[in-house]
């Protein structure tokens, strides 16, 4: 099939795959931001087994579909723009690892934890959910910190940054609003999934981290806009911001008034907006360069239009369908759990 003959081979690919790419991500962490937040949030919201074990059942259903959003982010990425791909995992090799072994160890503990009634066994499978929640929260916001920033780069499109480079202080704030946006996220969730004790004791959670939370993001976000690197759409990157910030406050309101739903939809705007502000920050690079030599762009990091082209026809198709059945899924499991839903004889 000549797909030189079909009408997207006119329109800018290489744009339009660096917004499907930010779409991807976007999901990602709209979707894995609560599970990691519920994660986190077992030591602080769970007084016993039973309740973190409702915890667990709310995000049961759903967190390795969620997880799905980033293996399709990673292959699109990969395939859409190859060389952005090598650069960034040869930069961020050890951070990624270290996501990737953290993902392992939780969804590991989802399917262990029950499998011997032993307190020890059960604390060692929580402790790995925690710090599997934790750490890719904080480092997916290290990384994206750092992509926006820039590193330093050699001409080959090679990062040849040290610790000290990946690990600067921007990078670390960006780590900790991912991981306080996340722990927020998840709180409201479990508002939204639960009912009883647990309820109120996540809606109180989320009102207290979400304060805090809001002064780092602003800080984090009014930091990004006036980065040195910066070269993006000033303009687009300000209103997504202004949105980002504006969607946190109302979600703030709207838990503290009890209405978890219009809280989560807010959080979920909040995450969203924010990572399209990184986003529109970075364009029409992809991976700036501190060092003035092998930055990458939109148009030297991006495949052939013929891999692009038939790539776009076969999202078109394939996308819809797994939004859908994203949704039937939650629509199927959308009913609140309860300390009664917990079977007391089984581990």
């Known amino acids: 099939m000549d797909f030189a003959l079909l009408s997207l081979s006119q329109v800018d690919l290489p744009t339009i795959w660096f917004v499907l790419v930010a779409f991807f991500f976007v999901g990602y962490f709209v979707l894995d931001g609560f599970d990691f937040g519920v994660g986190m949030s077992l030591p602080l919201l769970g007084r016993d087994d039973t309740d973190r074990r409702v915890m667990i059942n709310t995000i049961g259903p759903v967190w390795d579909l969620n997880e799905t959003w980033v293996i399709v982010a990673g292959a699109v990425l ?14 961020f090799y050890l951070p990624l690892l270290l996501i990737l072994l953290a993902l392992i160890a939780r969804g590991v503990s989802f399917e262990y934890r029950h499998q011997r009634k032993h307190p020890q066994w059960t604390r060692t499978f929580d402790r790995m959910i925690i710090f599997g929640s934790l750490l890719p929260a904080f480092l997916w916001g290290l990384i994206f910190a750092n992509v926006v920033r820039g590193l330093p780069m050699d001409e080959g499109h090679n990062v040849v940054a040290s610790l000290g480079d990946v690990f600067n202080p921007y990078a670390l704030l960006g780590g900790l609003t991912l991981t306080l946006l996340c722990l927020v996220h998840g709180a ?7 009912d009883g004790e647990i309820r109120g004791r996540a809606r109180r959670l989320a009102g207290l981290a979400g304060l805090p939370t809001a002064l780092i993001a602003v800080i984090f976000l009014v930091w990004t806009l006036r980065l040195e690197s910066f070269s993006g759409q000033p303009g687009p990157a300000l209103a997504a911001a202004v949105g980002a910030a504006l969607a946190l406050v109302a979600a703030l309101f709207a838990n503290a008034l009890g209405r978890e739903g219009l809280a989560f939809g807010a959080m979920a705007a909040t995450i969203g907006l924010a990572v399209v502000t990184l986003f529109l920050s970075l364009f029409p690079h992809v991976l700036p360069s501190t060092t003035g030599v092998g930055g990458l762009t939109i148009a030297n990091a991006s495949s052939t239009d013929y891999t692009l082209t038939v790539m ?26 309860t300390r009664d839903h917990i079977p007391t004889a089984a581990h």
Do not use: C, D, M, N
Not at 78 to 91: T, V
């Open 78 to 91: 990969f395939a859409a723009f190859p060389e952005w791909y090598a650069s960034l995992f040869s930069g």
């Open 188 to 194: 409201v969730f479990i508002a939204l999934k639960t």
């Open 312 to 337: 776009l026809w076969v999202a078109l198709v394939v996308t819809p369908l797994v939004i859908g059945y994203q949704i039937w899924t939650y629509w199927v499991f959308r009913r609140r759990l």
